[in-house]
Every structure is written in C-alpha cells, then in structure tokens.
C-alpha cells in the first residue's frame, strides 16, 4: 500500500478514495469553457447543465490530492490513454462520491507504468454514473537510462 506518499508509488492493489462532492456550475462551466464545449447543456441555464464525459479526469486529481499528499513524485507523470464509460446523465447538484483502485503497475521498455480504474457513483441513488480506466507513464525515461 503506497498511498499516503506521492502518486509515483502507487501500486497495484492500492485504494483511492472515496472523496465525496457536489457538482457545481462553476466547474461544469469552466471546465467546459477551457475545453471549448459549448453545447449549452455544458454552458448554458443552471437548470439544464450536465457534466461533460470528460470532466472525470477532475476526479483523478481528487483521489491523488487525497491519497498522495506529497504529489507528483520525483519523475513527471504522463497520461497517455484513458476509457470512459457514462451510464447516466450527471447533473449539477448532484452529490457525487469517487473511489478509485489501482488494478496493474508494470514496466515495458524500462518505463513504469499504473492502471487506474475510477468508479463515480450518485450518492443519492446509489448508481454508478461513470466508470474510468486511466493508464499513465510514471517514470518516463528512455530505455537506455532506466537499464
């Protein structure tokens, strides 16, 4: 169990989270703005905003603000590929409770490398809103260094 420390030495089987929240039109606004989605279901009145697919990457940063107080760690980390799965509409309001696991760390080509599986759920329903699978490069250096 590496959580506690910084993100870099997350391991498989660690647990992140969960971290509850409420979705607010600030972040579903802003966000949405500075990744230039103007539909107005992610811009427009408060009423009718939806939080974009996207906007779980936030979540990610919750659970390592969370679990990993130290931060990055010694090597810049590099999101490379993520899946996203979105069962029901999200909506601003809605109280929100993330968890994620990390399910695989592994080396190819001496790099480091960890698998994040995220779970968002409404709290109020119980349901799985948003399901996240994230791979990212901890340590990337070449080859020839890391041997």
């Known amino acids: 169990m590496a959580t506690g420390g910084v993100v870099s030495d997350l391991d498989k089987g660690d647990v992140l989270g969960p971290v509850e929240y409420t979705l607010s039109p600030f972040v579903v606004r ?15 009145r408060e009423g009718d905003l939806v939080m974009p697919p996207t906007l779980i990457h936030l979540d990610k940063l919750r659970l390592y603000k969370d679990a990993c107080p130290g931060g990055t760690g010694p090597s810049a980390r590099i999101h490379f590929e993520y899946d996203v799965e979105v069962f029901e509409p999200v909506r601003v309001g809605d109280r929100l409770s993330v968890r994620g696991d990390i399910t695989d760390r592994y080396q190819k080509n001496g ?23 994230d791979r990212v490069i901890l340590a990337y250096r070449s080859a020839e260094k890391a041997a």
């Open 111 to 133: 790099r480091d490398y960890v698998v994040l599986q995220m779970e968002l759920t409404n709290v109020a329903t119980g349901r799985l809103v948003v399901r996240y699978v």
């Open 30 to 44: 802003e966000y949405s703005h500075a990744v230039e989605m103007h539909h107005p279901c992610f811009q427009g």
